[in-house]
């Protein structure tokens, strides 16, 4: 695991981010206002230079949503995205426009983020094309070109069409076509999950191995936290919309110490038959809460084994120094 100066500025800070959407409740009156439903519910973090920042959480916990927010797919409705000193929630359209050229995203269905209609040299060459207009296209093949072969594909197949590959040469069409402005910041919402586990494995890798000879920061959304431990510094776990646990890797997979975070990391398969066999999985009660009824107090007591009384009135905060930090009452 690399040492990233934190000594230096960070290249993104957010600082309280909260999105939320409008939802209309069934059977209400027309003039029933509708519910709000808290996506991203106060997430604050830091991403530096040269940086891999993994999130974690279940199906529902705000993970993707908080990706599209920064990069301005979604819309926040509080706090700050400062990127590299701007504030990006108070950009117009236009200036959002050409911060995109430093922040660009890698999707999770490789086959469903790419256009069928276009080829695999018109899929990477269109942020080129978009952003440097004034490039020939000689010029923009040659990028395209180099591109592919960076990424493991080979310039015979420039002409073909994405239903012509396998999932994970998808997955490098579309990791071309983010890397072809060369950004500063690439997010990776679940970029492995659609893929066998031998694929993942090779992308992951392809992924470090690009980001060392690029110099670039990582977002890494991702479910299976052995992916995460193996590509990430620091990994952010989220609950329901919100930050419960932050740390280094090596901390947080040899020391969690959020509930939630015990609960997942029990999940997570153990190579040794023996210790797979004989080990306790911790079960959460119940399903996860609403998110536009979430609890008062920890949004995780209805189902921590550990709930004490205090956790309904008090909303715990992110508390610890640079390497952990946990958001849990019964810790503090």
Not at 14 to 36: E, H, N, R, S
Not at 45 to 58: A, D, F, R, S
Not at 79 to 93: A, P
Not at 201 to 218: C, D, F, T
Request: hydrophobic share 40%.
């Amino acid at each position: 695991m690399k040492q990233v100066n934190q000594a230096s500025n960070a290249i993104l800070e957010i600082q309280d981010l909260k999105v939320q959407f409008a939802i209309k409740q069934k059977g209400g009156w027309p003039w029933t206002p509708p519910a709000q439903l808290k996506a991203v519910d106060g997430v604050s973090i830091k991403l530096y230079e040269g940086e891999t920042l993994g999130v974690v959480g279940e199906s529902g916990c705000g993970k993707s949503t908080f990706a599209r927010a920064i990069i301005g797919l979604v819309k926040s409705c509080a706090g700050s995205i400062v990127w590299m000193g701007q504030d990006l929630t108070s950009h117009s359209e236009s200036e959002l426009r050409a911060v995109r050229q430093d922040i660009q995203m890698i999707f999770q269905d490789p086959l469903a983020s790419l256009n069928p209609r276009m080829t695999v040299g018109d899929i990477i060459a269109e942020p080129l094309q978009t952003f440097f207009p004034q490039l020939s296209k000689t010029e923009v093949r040659a990028k395209v070109k180099l591109m592919m072969d960076k990424v493991g594909l080979l310039p015979n197949v420039i002409n073909r069409y994405p239903h012509e590959f396998s999932g994970g040469q998808c997955q490098r069409i579309g990791i071309a076509r983010a890397l072809i402005l060369e950004p500063k910041l690439v997010i990776c919402d679940e970029p492995v999950s659609a893929l066998d586990v031998s694929i993942q494995a090779q992308v992951v890798n392809l992924l470090k191995s690009l980001q060392k000879e690029m110099g670039l920061s990582l977002i890494f959304i991702a479910h299976d936290l052995s992916v995460v431990k193996h590509i990430s510094d620091r990994v952010l776990v989220m609950y329901l919309g919100n930050e419960v646990e932050l740390a280094t890797s090596d901390e947080l997979f040899s020391n969690p110490k959020h509930p939630y975070t015990h609960a997942l990391m029990s999940a997570v398969p153990l190579p040794d038959p023996d210790k797979e066999r004989n080990k306790t999985i911790a079960l959460l009660p119940g399903d996860l809460p609403s998110p536009i009824n979430p609890p008062s107090g920890c949004v995780f007591r209805t189902r921590c084994p550990q709930a004490q009384p205090q956790c309904s009135e008090l909303k715990p905060q992110l508390t610890g120094d640079d390497s952990h930090q946990v958001a849990c009452l019964l810790v503090e």
